[in-house]
């Protein structure tokens, strides 16, 4: 049977997100259609797991119900293939052969739900929502963290130096010393760093940084052979650390320069 797929033009349902259903029993997925649908959901349906694969556009905003086990590709293999492309899409598995094991496993491996036939409605609808709004959340998070990663791609090569300096509390004599330059051109290249983050304050810079940082970290987290990141727990350790102070002296100072620069537009010269 080939997959269906309904259209609904109706601009709160593109609002919403789309609820993909791939269940190989056709029983089901109309009924999951009709369900959603009558609840303003835009549901695309499919009766297998290499159906949706080849319509899938892993840049909507939406979620996936999916069953456990069909012919060909199973629902289980189905999520193995969007963990390996880094897919962002929660997943409620259903199943009529559900068991403790398996929802475990699922689970464990990022579904977001797991409920059996026959379902119980109220809850479905209720995940489906949650899921949803975890989606957009997401779709969210990551254009923010693509306009950091183009605003920090404006970076020289010695301004990633200082920044990643910065990051790990060095004062601006610190990283003079490590970089084998002048003060003076230290606060200029920070200076150049809130400039082109767009940072008008310290915690605007902190933020773009933090942001980046943030994601690798979450990407070695989830890396068993990575230990702890250094950085993150210098930062723990030195939270309230007297050192501390004197960076967001320092980080105001460059501050204070970048707002001079915009209104004098001085262009320091930097030796390196």
């Known amino acids: 049977m080939n997959a269906t797929m309904t ?81 962002q899409l929660p997943i409620i598995f259903i199943t009529g052969h559900g068991d403790v094991q398996m929802a475990v496993s699922t689970m464990k491996k990022g579904a977001s739900d797991f409920i059996e036939k026959p379902f119980d409605q109220a809850k479905l609808k209720s995940l489906v929502e949650k899921m949803l709004v975890q989606a957009r959340d997401d779709a969210a998070r990551r254009d923010r963290e693509r306009m950091n990663q183009s605003l920090l791609a404006r970076l ?25 330059i002048s003060i003076k051109t230290v606060e200029a290249h920070r200076a150049n760093i809130m400039d082109k983050l767009k940072a008008n304050t310290v915690a605007d810079l902190m933020r773009v940084a933090l942001a980046r940082h943030k994601s690798t970290c979450e990407a070695r987290a989830r ?44 262009h320091p010269a930097l030796d390196s």
């Open 156 to 180: 020289t090569a010695r301004e990633q130096q200082v920044l990643e300096r910065i990051m790990a509390g060095r004062l601006n004599k610190q990283i003079a010393d490590d970089l084998g």
């Open 7 to 87: 259209a609904n033009d109706v601009d709160n349902t593109e609002a919403l997100g789309v609820v993909y259903v791939v269940d190989d029993d056709e029983a089901v997925r109309d009924s999951l259609q009709w369900l959603l649908e009558g609840v303003n959901y835009k549901v695309k349906t499919y009766d297998s797991a290499e159906s949706f694969l080849a319509a899938f556009d892993d840049r909507a905003i939406a979620c996936l119900v999916l069953d456990v086990r069909m012919p060909g590709m199973s629902g289980l293999e189905l999520q193995e293939v969007l963990i390996a492309r880094t897919a």
């Open 223 to 266: 890396c068993v052979k990575c230990g702890p990141c250094a950085l993150c727990e210098r930062m723990r350790i030195n939270r309230h650390a007297p050192a501390l102070v004197a960076l967001i002296a320092d980080l105001r100072t460059s501050l204070l320069v970048t707002r001079a620069r915009r209104l004098d537009c001085v």
